[in-house]
Each structure stands twice: as structure tokens, then as C-alpha cells.
């Protein structure tokens, strides 16, 4: 004989773990430890029939949770207190004297907590765990509906097994009409509680300016930048570009429109399109592959030196088409832009001076000067790192002529501003660099630890030529372009190839359209 109050107790006991894990990482750590103690609590006390909380104090504490975290609500976050309540909620619930109406309650918090855990992160063990808590939660139903006609029940193996039949089979069609549905409903291009987190889930993006070791704490972050759908290029084609830096100020590089530069658009190369799946971030610069040509799916705004922005950082996944052209030569324009190219930074120390100098004495032609600062940067003997760093009041001239130790903004840094003194336009583009290419997926796993900054400088023949300093560095060869992906083993491929189709598929999925983003495209004018 089974009892089915033991296993409505073992089930409740089931649909709180399955509910709490997907929240856990988010959880206060008091609440943690009280939704830890309270499913094991509730299972002793369903055993022996003994309830530590009285109905009256239950009710008083779950108010008094509901009101602490109702008052954290704010406009920019409601989800992570909402479901901090409703987990109060459910351990109040889990450590009271249960009849049939609180297993219903258990299980409508259950559901609850997990749909709001899709507010926090909406990852693929989402998916695992709605199907288990439905499973859980279909079958606790039908025991429920045999409970509450005689609480002391017990069945025969024989009719429990019956019984469980039929109760299987309901999720199991359940699943199967939601899978339809999800395919065939339309979808709305704002779900209706995106409200609840605006931005909640971005986290750190590139900036618009350059401070000594910046990128390298971007790096130390070592979270997913995004995924790139498209065919497998070389590694010394891998240079993503996002942002665009080019003045001066305050001992550090700033983005400034550069309104005096004219249009350009890229000529020549091999056009490759890739489909960008963004994590959420908090900057507001499209990362396309260098050099891009246009930009559809997302409302952009392109600048003249190959930047796109969006109006505002966007908190949710979305996804974009890039069409670029590696390789194409980028038309630059003299003039007035060529002196906004060369704006140096207010300090400069008299041995950065004095190395500039010697650049500019090889003469006007521009090949020769490229020449001699690539030739000072190889006998520095420098080193890539991103430990270690050179600081003090002049980082530039710390790097060059002391530590000789830096990561790319450093030797990107001290590249432009011995480029500008010796006359020679340039600029600072940073994004990312490398990542791994996952066969399995056919796309690009790029981390923050690709995050990489490099310069590009207006040659004799007023084209904007991309050089990257880093890779003059002693350790360049295995420093540079190995991301946390270059490890990833069969397995990790196999688990990030089913993640990236679960954000390609559920996350940003809208019959062919993404979700959240706008039916428009952005392309780099043409070259007056």
C-alpha cells in the first residue's frame, strides 16, 4: 500500500527544490538559507505531523516578509523582490500544517517563483526545469484530487500505478500543445513584463573612453560578449569593432563626433554576413565585424568612422545581421579631419617627446614614419599582460621606458600619441579581438576576455590603415586572442552549441523576425 499523503509530501517537497534552484544564485543570503532549511524542515515535520508554526504567527510572517521586500520594489528593479516574497511565501508555506488547499498554494508558488526566475536570467535549464515542475506539479494534482476525499488513503501498487498512467500522460500532451503554440501564436515585439526589469540583467560594456587598464578589467570579468553566426574566417581577421576613440583629454582618449570627417564607405574586400546575438550590456555600441557595411534588425545611428549606436543600452537579448567587408580599404579625407586626427594628449613626457622626435626626423613620408614606430616598438622588448600594470602620473611613459608591461591599451595609448607628435593622423578603435569559432554551432563564442583596443592611422595614400601595437609585444603570440572559449573542451562545445539555439530559438525567436527589435537597417553613406 501507498500512502498518498507521503507522496504529495515528497512531491511538494520536490516542486519547492525545482522552483529555488533557477533563483538561488539570486537569493539573499537569509532567504537562502531559510528556503534551505525549509524544505528539509517541511519534510521532517510532513513525516511526524508536527508543525513549528502555528497558523496565526504564520500568517504575521509571511505579511511581514511580503512588506519587507514590497518595499525594495523600485522602478528599476521589481522582479528580484517579487520573487524574494514569494519565496517567503512558499517557506511559510512549507512549514505549516498542509490540507488540500495549502498543496495548492505550494504549487501555485512554485510555478510562480520559476516564471519569475525568467526575470533574472532565462538560461536553457529554464526549459528543464518548467518540464520537471509541470511533470511534478500535473501529477501532485491528480494525488490531490484523491487526497481531499480521504486524507489517510492509501492505494495498492497496482491502482497507484494505474493512477500514475493517466497522470503522466497530461503533462506529456500539455508540453507537446505548448511546443505548437509557441510556434504558431504570434509574439508581441515587447512581452508584456519586460517592464518589470528594464535593464536589470546588462552588465558592463566597452565605454567611450580609454583609461590605462581599463580593458584589462574588462577582460577580469571573463563573461559571454556575444555569439556571431557566420562562416569561419582567419584569427588575424577576428577584429571586432564597436567604438571609436579620438581625443585627448584629461590623460585619457575620448570618443568626440567627428563631424569634419566626411563620409567613407569601404571598398573592396569579401563581404561576409554574421547574425550577432549581444548578452545584455550596458553600453550602447553595436559590435560588427571590421570592416562593416551595413547593419539590419536594430535601429542604429552609423558615424563616418564606422561606428553604430543605438539610442539607449537594451537590458534584454536581442540580435542584429552584419554585413562587412574584411580586408576592404577604408577611404580617409585630409584636411580638416586629418588635424582632428592629430589633437595630442596636454602631457607628454620629455622622453615620449624625445622618441617622437627621432620618428619624425626619418621625414614627410608617411610609410617611412609607420616604419620607424614599428621598428622603436620591437626593440622596446615589451610584454603583454594584464597584471602588473604601469601607473603614477604619466602611465605612457611608465609603460614604455619602465615597466615595459601592458595590455593593449597601453600600447595602443602610447602608439597614437607617439603617431600624432610626428605628425601622422590617428585613432583608437576598441572592441574585441579573437574568439572561438564552434565548429558544432557554426558561429563565434566571444568573451570580455577577447575585449581589445588597437589604433588605425591615415597612410600617405589617405587611408585609414588598421594597426594593432599588441602584436609587436615579446608574448603576442600566446597572449593575444586566447579567450576562456579556446578552452573549452567537446563537452563545453556541445553545452554552449545547445545554449546559443536556445537564446537563437526561444530567447529572441519571431518567425524569422528577432523579438525586440525593429524592422530597420543602418548602412555607412557612400563616399561623396
Known sequence: MIAVKTLLDALTAVAAVLCLVPVAPFLDRPVLLLAMAAVAG???????????????PATVLALLGVAYYAARISRAEVAAPVVHALVVLLCVRLLTVKQGRDYLQVFVLALFILAGSSLLTLEIG??????????????????????????????????????????????????????????ILPRTGQPLW??????????????ESLDPGAFARLGDVGALAFRAEGPELPVEERYWRAVVMNQPEEGRWVRAEPSAEGPARPAGGRPV????????????????????LQVRGVRSQPAPDLVFRIPASRGQRFRYTVLAAPGAVLPGRGGAAGDF???????????????AARIRAVGADRTAQLAALAD?????????????????????????????????EF????????????????????????GEYNALGGYYLVTDEAAHVWVEVLDGDSVWQRIDPSQWARNAGTALGTGRAAGLNAWQRL??????????????????QPVRTPKSSAAIPSAA
Open 341 to 355: 586626427y592629430l589633437i595630442v594628449p596636454e602631457r607628454v613626457s620629455p622622453r615620449v617627446a624625445e622618441a
Open 495 to 512: 553545452t554552449d552549441t545547445l545554449n546559443y539555439h536556445w537564446v537563437q530559438l526561444v530567447v529572441v525567436f519571431d518567425l524569422g
Open 42 to 56: 517541511g519534510l521532517w515535520c510532513d513525516r511526524r505531523g508536527r508543525y513549528p508554526l502555528p497558523p496565526l
Open 126 to 183: 529554464f526549459i528543464v526545469y518548467l518540464v520537471l515542475l509541470v511533470f511534478t506539479v500535473t501529477v501532485s494534482l491528480v494525488l490531490l484530487t484523491v487526497f481531499v476525499t480521504d486524507p489517510r488513503l492509501a492505494l495498492p501498487r497496482r491502482d497507484f500505478w494505474r493512477l500514475m498512467k493517466v497522470a503522466l500522460i497530461l503533462p506529456a500532451a500539455s508540453l507537446v500543445l505548448m511546443l505548437v503554440f509557441f510556434v
Open 411 to 434: 600600447f595602443a595609448a602610447a602608439y597614437i600619441t607617439l603617431a600624432r607628435l610626428a605628425g601622422v593622423p590617428a585613432r583608437l578603435v576598441g572592441g574585441y579581438y579573437g
Open 273 to 292: 554576413e554574421l547574425t550577432v546575438y549581444p548578452e545584455p550590456r550596458s553600453d550602447r555600441y553595436l559590435v560588427t565585424l571590421d570592416r562593416p
Open 194 to 207: 519586460d517592464f518589470l526589469n528594464p535593464a536589470h540583467r546588462a552588465v558592463a560594456g566597452l565605454a
Open 376 to 408: 622603436f616598438f620591437r626593440t622596446r622588448q615589451l610584454t603583454y599582460g594584464r597584471d602588473d600594470l604601469p601607473g603614477g602620473p604619466d602611465p605612457v611613459d611608465a609603460f614604455l621606458f619602465d615597466k615595459r608591461r601592458g595590455h593593449c
